[in-house]
């Protein structure tokens, strides 16, 4: 069957989305180390200055280049996280919708026990196997702690790690627990569970022109 316009437009958002996050990235990297390359042996490094800002309705903003230079390369975490934010907003709906032509009846997918029953109906239970379905459900949890708990982590985002990694991270306090450390580099886990939303949206993808 002929994929809805909408499916199509999701699926093509999520492959196209990692040159968004990457560019972002890397933007704020180089604006930074140009201004580092120009202005921190120089007297303006610590005097405050007017900011061209065309957007705002003042025209510009006050900053000293260390205060800029210091902003920018702080961001990285924010970034990392917004866009796994992005990303799975965008998977959720796309099996919200994929579920309504794939799937017995609509799943409200924004909730794990139904995106968990997307991948057990008869025309989708081949898609996932068991580990990678326990890496969306990780994915999801750190998503939602990110979003809802400040990137502090919570029992359910424990209990998701152990089954997805195989080990629980017992000496974390998860009350003080920022930046969701139980990854050794949280860019690389996040690249990770990209390639496999982008995997299983092609595959969706491919399971509805089958149809």
């Known amino acids: 069957m002929n994929i809805p316009t909408n499916i199509l437009s999701i699926i093509d958002i999520i492959n196209k989305s990692e040159d968004r996050w990457k560019a972002t990235y890397m933007s704020f990297w180089g604006?930074?180390?140009?201004?580092?390359?120009?202005?921190?042996?120089?007297?303006?490094?610590?005097?405050?200055?007017?900011l061209w800002l065309p957007a705002?309705?003042?025209?510009?903003?006050?900053y000293t280049?260390?205060?800029?230079?210091?902003?920018?390369?702080?961001k990285d975490l924010e970034i990392t996280l917004n866009y796994l934010q992005t990303l799975f907003?965008?998977?959720e709906e796309l099996l919200n919708e994929a579920s309504k032509i794939l799937c017995s009846s609509e799943?409200?997918?924004s909730k794990w026990i139904y995106m968990e029953e997307f991948f057990?109906?008869?025309?989708?239970?081949?898609?996932l196997t068991s580990p990678q379905l326990k890496e969306l459900k990780l994915a999801k949890e750190t998503r939602n702690c990110y979003i809802h708990k400040g990137s502090k982590i919570n029992k359910k985002w424990l209990n998701a790690y152990k089954e997805a990694k195989g080990n629980p991270i017992a000496s974390i306090n998860q009350n003080l627990m920022k930046g969701f450390g139980g990854f050794k580099k949280l860019f690389h886990q996040i690249e990770e569970w990209q390639d496999l939303i982008i995997e299983i949206s092609n595959k969706i993808k491919n399971k509805i022109e089958s149809k």
């Open 65 to 74: 280049y260390k205060q800029l230079h210091s902003i920018l390369t702080s």
């Open 107 to 109: 799943l409200n997918t």
């Open 31 to 50: 604006y930074a180390s140009l201004i580092k390359s120009q202005f921190e042996n120089t007297s303006d490094w610590d005097k405050e200055i007017k």
């Open 56 to 62: 705002s309705k003042n025209r510009h903003h006050i």
């Open 120 to 127: 057990k109906e008869n025309n989708t239970n081949d898609i």
């Open 89 to 91: 907003s965008l998977f």
